[in-house]
């Protein structure tokens, strides 16, 4: 009895060592679990992965210009050191033997329908504003409703600011929708904009607002947004909201609902929905921004004639139409292109161009930028 | 301009072809994205991964008595059909040149600390409770604290019922804690605790509840729960539960505050953080159910002398205990000496022995049976 019940010890010892969900008992490595990432106060960072039968082990970080290979020990522990690093939250993955895969001990992951990566947080010398603080926090609660258009379940997701429950008020409220290959998590996960906006709110910097997260895939592919094409794609997707969501959003929170406490927003795909929603409903939509997105002029005299058609009446109604790129985004073209189109048929914008590409880094700065100036000016 | 253009739609298609999130532009692979898993009508399922460099990628998954070798085409995409799987959500992954990775053409993720792995739903003739059917469906809520005895923020998640909004009525609360490793989310994603219930709910065979998901790990590591070192784990976690989350959820959930309507469940670790919690405290938790877990005697004895000393009076207050364990289970012998111990004791009890192991099919299977009984009998 003495020996078996020492035998399940050893075994059990092992399994929570080893974490294996699949076929624990039968795996092979019993090595400790490590720590990966590891952040050092310099801001260098060092990562690890066990991977004893692996040729090459090499780290992909968007705080990397290129891969780097990182070197394996006699146990099979792959590490790199680099840094430091600019203070950020930033994607990375290591690609073993040409596979991308997410670390396995960080359960911070990126959410995304075609890849699995991680992320990595590199705190300054101020606490940036993804960086959870002691300040009172909002909540995040996952909805579902069965698309009529789509003809299946389908999810979105609701930010409630910290005093939604306590204040019996009404809020203004932002429809936020991420981008090709996205969920509708990765707002909440890869751009904490719960997070965010409970900092910003603590800092009285942003009006407190319920920020609405859909999920932009309209099964249908992604058209070229270059073409005419798109332009369905992004209108499904207007029904979508305002068909489907926003009703019951409005149904079920206390909101204001006029078109001067309801915004828009969105990051590559979601910044064209966005627009293309926007542009669509001017009589419902009073604050735009299009994160790393834009229209092509033929897509906008093709649908929105009227909006461009008379601006002054257009800039009385528009409270914000907001735009930003990074000077090295693959889309900064036309997204520059967008905005001369705008400031050629006298529309009023307001113009962010940065450091950086087509980024989740730069998607937060601009989300970061807009909270504040949503429902304000 | 026209082939810069041409240029730049050319790099935008193979960007979303691609998806890559990491250094999109400069990365060399252009294959179209691939579907995987793919069921078929006759429950085989084929499972696909692009590795053009790999040497070697198995498939692992719960369906499986041990790995199977996947097969390499001249384009370097590995592919297996296996089954027909018998009707289950199950966890799998891929195994890279030894290195075990999630699927990455499959958004849903096994949310776990210590390692990276998918779920594949094989449906059967009759809908299982976990399929995702048209019936109302509740909400799940990510809410956050700041932990006085961790000192950091922690998250927990908050089931609550289809009804819950329209109703005005108050719920009964099941606390439900997961696993060595796994996280709050792991009932939602794994458990797919709220499907569940919502289809239980639908069919009448559950009484609507709310359900608390705690986020188990108390940071000190996990004691062998063999040794008596183990029960001060287990008071941590339930000071924290009592201390920080149950007050915060009855401030703010209409929730029926007596012991009579008050649960608490848990897989694996959580199965002894919930029987321990319980224990303590009889006056607060009338219902406690145990799935793949057990105590020992000695700590039994130590900690819960009173609820052991007078059985009649325990019983009177107890509403049910009950104990779920599989017959594969690398704890089942301890399981079976806890029942033993309850028996002896004249503690009431029920029990379920089933086929398998340590599984979330297991886990999933002994929830569904037991919120078919809490609050009802």
């Known amino acids: 009895m003495r020996s078996s019940a020492s035998r399940l010890r050893s075994v059990f010892a092992t399994l929570l060592a080893s974490a294996l969900v699949l076929g624990a008992a039968a795996q092979g490595h019993r090595a400790p679990p490590l720590e990966s990432p590891v952040v050092h106060p ?15 082990v090499e780290l992909s970080g968007q705080f990397l210009p290129a891969k780097l ?3 394996k020990d006699e146990a099979g522990l792959w590490t790199i050191t680099v840094g430091p690093i600019e203070p950020n939250l ?3 993955n290591f690609v073993v033997d040409g596979v991308g895969v997410a670390d396995p001990a960080n359960p911070d992951v990126f959410p995304n329908e075609r890849f699995k990566a991680s992320l990595v947080d590199i705190p300054g010398e101020t606490p940036s504003l993804h960086a959870v603080r002691s300040v009172p926090r909002g909540e995040v609660t996952y909805r579902f409703y069965d698309s009529r258009a789509l003809n299946r379940t389908r999810p979105y997701l609701v930010y409630t600011p910290p005093d939604y429950r306590a204040s019996g008020a009404k809020y203004p409220v932002l429809y936020l929708v991420s981008g090709t290959t996205d969920t509708e998590e990765t707002w909440f996960r890869a751009g904490r904009v719960n997070v965010i906006l409970d900092n910003l709110i603590a800092e009285g910097k942003a009006v407190p607002m319920i920020v609405v997260m859909p999920y932009g895939n309209m099964l249908s592919g992604m058209p070229d947004p270059n073409t005419p094409q798109v332009a369905a794609m992004y209108r499904a997707f207007c029904d ?28 590559s795909r979601g910044g064209g929905q966005a627009l293309f929603t926007a542009l669509s409903h001017p009589d ?15 897509v906008c005299e093709t649908h929105f004639a009227g909006f461009f058609a008379r601006p002054d009446e257009t800039n009385a109604r528009l409270r914000l139409l907001w735009l930003g790129v990074g000077r090295s985004d693959f889309l900064y073209q ?8 705008l400031t050629e048929k006298k529309i009023e914008h307001a113009t962010l161009v940065t450091d950086g590409g087509h980024t989740w880094m730069n998607a937060r700065h601009y989300l970061a930028e807009t909270l504040q100036r949503f429902f304000k000016e």
């Open 42 to 56: 310099d801001r260098t960072v060092t990562f690890r992965l066990r991977a004893t039968e692996a040729l090459k």
């Open 69 to 71: 290979p990182m070197q």
């Open 90 to 92: 930033y994607p990375y």
């Open 240 to 267: 979508e909201l305002l068909g489907e969501i926003v009703p019951r959003v409005e149904a079920d929170y206390r909101i204001v609902t006029d078109r001067e406490h309801r915004a828009i927003a969105g990051f």
């Open 284 to 298: 419902k939509f009073a604050w735009i921004a299009s994160y790393s997105a834009f229209l092509t002029p033929e």
């Open 334 to 341: 036309q997204a520059v292109a967008f905005e001369g189109f």
